[in-house]
């Protein structure tokens, strides 16, 4: 998992001024002045460096997920990558 958090402090980096060590810390990403629009680039960004799909946020709640904070949207790209490479 290491790998997918250095990846995703790199590209949520390019929306905030927070340093990264500060990102697990935040409850929700508005807490690292991160916008809606800016969160939906972020995960446009994800997709395209893991070639993942991340469902919509219905279909994250019926599975347990939410993508409301940095520690969220690590717990879900885990789990799709996960997939991904035990479905290959």
């Not at 949520?12 to 927070?18: H, K, L, P």
């Not at 460096?49 to 949207?73: R, V």
């Amino acid at each position: 998992m290491s790998t997918i958090k250095t990846q995703i402090d790199q590209i949520v980096t390019q929306y905030t001024d927070t340093p990264s060590e500060e990102f697990s810390q935040a409850e929700r990403f508005s807490d690292l002045a991160i916008d809606s629009l800016s969160m939906v680039e972020i995960i446009f960004d994800i997709e395209d460096a893991y070639d993942i799909k991340i469902p919509d946020e219905a279909d994250l709640e019926k599975n347990g997920f939410t993508i409301e904070s940095y520690n969220d949207i690590l717990a879900v790209v885990h789990q799709l990558v996960e997939g991904k490479l035990s479905n290959e």
